[in-house]
């Protein structure tokens, strides 16, 4: 498997969603899961290509569950990486805000139309706002500095009582995911054609960027309503970000 999630770069005009929306606290659980019938890997096995594949894992599950059955390929995933990366010159992956600035002022098309979407930051280690995000949106887009102990871990839990060499952060490299489920003790996240559960502990420990992306279409047909969302006000602060 490959990684490809270059060094976190936090954009401080990058605005945090709770200044654009009511704070509150997330259900118990949620699952978008269900409408998907698999995930693909989309080239994740032979190019550090995991910030474009998240991008497109997301919009896979936003459209399985408004009723359409879209299945990303590698070619559209490699498509974005090239976009926002030095690739195919260079497959040395990419930053995530950068993905995440094109995503939102270019747009990422596919069969069903290209949607309109923002994005916000929130706190990687607050489980609540990734939990609102994933409830409300759909998903969230995350980072995570990942140790080696992760290559053999089922389901990615802190190890206590292994060596520092296997334990630190991003001992073995940083990976862009989404989560897309979550209960009281772990979340659901999609990397490399599967769905892997990750631990409140390990996500408190390991995750080190965090984004809420907004999709336009699935806030007006998912029947889901962010309490006091202002969405104009969100695109606005974003509008003096460059790419």
């Not at 709770?18 to 978008?32: G, R, Y």
């Not at 919009?59 to 059955?69: E, K, R, T, V, Y």
């Not at 950068?98 to 990687?124: H, M, Q, R």
């Not at 969230?140 to 630190?168: C, F, K, M, N, S």
């Amino acid at each position: 498997m490959k990684l490809g999630k270059l060094a976190a770069r936090h954009d401080p005009r990058v605005p945090h969603l709770l200044k654009h929306m009511m704070s509150a606290l997330a259900a118990p659980s949620a699952d978008w899961t269900k409408a998907v019938k698999s995930w693909p890997m989309l080239a994740n096995d032979v190019h550090g290509d995991c910030t474009a594949a998240a991008v497109y894992h997301l919009i896979q599950c936003w459209l399985a569950n408004n009723g359409f059955d879209f299945t990303p390929t590698d070619e559209q995933t490699l498509a974005l990486y090239g976009q926002t990366s030095g690739f195919p010159k260079v497959d040395q992956g990419a930053v995530e805000v950068d993905v995440l600035k094109y995503w939102s002022t270019v747009g990422v098309p596919t069969e069903i139309g290209t949607d309109a979407v923002t994005f916000a930051s929130l706190k990687p280690q607050d489980l609540n706002d990734l939990r609102l995000s994933v409830q409300w949106f759909g998903g969230v887009y995350l980072g995570v500095a990942l140790p080696l102990t992760a290559q053999t871990q089922e389901v990615w839990d802190v190890v206590a009582d292994a060596p520092e060499t296997l334990t630190a952060a991003n001992s073995w490299g940083g990976h862009a995911i989404c989560a897309v489920a979550y209960d009281k003790d772990t979340f659901t996240v999609v990397t490399w054609g599967k769905l892997v559960k990750v631990t409140n502990a390990f996500m408190q420990m390991y995750c080190d960027e965090a984004y809420a992306v907004l999709s336009r279409d699935w806030l007006a047909n998912s029947g889901i309503s962010p309490p006091g969302l202002n969405w104009d006000g969100l695109q606005r602060e974003l509008a003096g970000i460059a790419v």
